[in-house]
C-alpha cells in the first residue's frame, strides 16, 4: 500500500502540474513535438488557392470537377522519460530533493503528452536498469509514473548513464522523443548520446542544487558522497580550496553547455527550490522559433 506521505506527494503533484499542462503547456507541447508523417484523409473539392500539386486526378476525371487530397497530421507519439534515481538525487537543500523536481517535472511532460493523445514511458536507472514501465496513454498509467519516481527504492546508488541511454536506443524501435532527466554528475556518455540525438528527439533536462556549486566557509567538515559512500574531510575555511571548488564546477558547466551545443541537444537547467514552469516556457518558445 502506498504511504499516506507520498499519495499526498502525488496529488499535489497531480493538481499542480494539470493546472500547468491546461493553462499553459498543452499547446505548446503540441505545437513543438511534431508527428512521424502525414496520413490520407479525404478528397475535396479544389479551391482557390489551393495547392494543384494536391489534385487527385482519378476522382477528378470520373466527376468531371477538380477534387483534392488533403491530409492529417500522423500525430501519436512516443515519449520516454529516462531519469536518474541514483543516490544524489536524494539531495535537496531549498524545500525539494533533484528526485521530487524530477517527478514533478516528469508529470507535466507526461500529462502534456497524454493530453496530445501520445503514449508516455519511463526508465528510471542508477548503475542499471531498475525499472521500465512500457509506454501507454491514460491519466492513470501518468500517475503510476510519478509515483514509481517518487516512491520506487533503487538497488544501486551509483550512476551509469551510458548503459541506461544505449537500452534506449535498443528498445526503441520508431522515432520517439526522450527526456533525459539527471543532475548529470558521470562521465563518458556522450557517445551514446550522439547516437540517441540521431534515432531520437533527445532533450536533456539537467538538476541541480545551489550546494552541488556553492562550497560555503564552515570549518573543516566531512564531505559523503551519496553515490559511493566515501567519505573526506574538507577544510571549507580555506579561500583556495573553495575556490578551485568554484572553478572546477564553473568548468564543468562550461564543458557541458559546449557539448550539448556541439551536439545539437536541447538543454532545460533546472534547480532545485526555484520554478520550472519558466525554464520549460523558455524551451517551448525556443523549440517554437525552429520550426517557423
Excluded at 110 to 130: C, H, P, Q, W
Excluded at 156 to 164: P, Q, V
Excluded at 187 to 208: C, Q, W, Y
Amino acid at each position: 500500500m502506498l504511504p499516506a506521505e507520498i499519495a499526498k506527494k502525488v496529488k499535489g503533484i497531480e493538481l499542480r502540474t494539470k493546472r500547468l499542462v491546461n493553462d499553459v503547456f498543452s499547446g505548446e507541447y503540441h505545437s513543438v513535438f511534431k508527428g512521424t508523417g502525414i496520413e490520407f484523409a479525404e478528397v475535396r473539392e479544389y479551391g482557390i488557392g489551393d495547392d494543384i500539386r494536391l489534385i487527385d486526378w482519378n476522382v477528378t476525371a470520373r466527376t468531371g470537377h477538380p477534387y483534392i487530397k488533403t491530409f492529417d497530421e500522423e500525430r501519436e507519439l512516443t515519449v520516454m522519460l529516462l531519469v536518474d534515481v541514483s543516490g544524489s538525487g536524494l539531495f535537496g537543500s531549498r524545500g525539494s530533493s533533484k528526485e521530487e523536481l524530477a517527478a514533478e517535472v516528469s508529470a507535466v511532460l507526461a500529462f502534456s503528452a497524454i493530453k496530445n493523445n501520445d503514449r508516455v514511458g519511463l526508465i528510471m536507472y542508477t548503475d542499471r536498469i531498475e525499472l521500465y514501465i512500457p509506454p501507454k496513454k491514460g491519466a492513470k498509467h501518468v500517475l503510476r509514473v510519478i509515483r514509481e519516481i517518487l516512491y520506487f527504492k533503487p538497488q544501486g546508488t551509483r550512476t551509469n548513464m551510458t548503459s541506461a541511454v544505449e537500452h534506449v536506443n535498443r528498445i526503441l524501435k520508431r522515432k520517439s522523443i526522450v527526456f533525459v532527466i539527471s543532475d548529470f554528475i558521470d562521465k563518458g556518455f556522450e557517445p551514446a548520446m550522439n547516437v540517441a540525438s540521431r534515432k531520437h528527439d533527445l532533450i536533456a533536462i539537467t538538476i541541480s542544487d545551489e550546494r552541488d556549486e556553492l562550497l560555503s566557509d564552515s570549518g573543516v567538515i566531512a564531505l559523503e558522497d551519496a553515490e559511493t559512500g566515501e567519505i573526506c574531510l574538507v577544510d571549507t575555511s580555506s579561500r583556495s580550496i573553495r575556490k578551485k571548488y568554484w572553478l572546477a564546477i564553473k568548468k564543468r558547466q562550461e564543458d557541458f553547455e559546449n557539448y550539448f551545443k556541439r551536439a545539437g541537444i536541447d538543454r532545460i537547467s533546472l534547480k532545485t527550490g526555484q520554478s520550472y514552469d519558466e525554464e520549460l516556457i523558455r524551451f517551448f518558445k525556443k523549440r517554437m522559433k525552429q520550426f517557423r
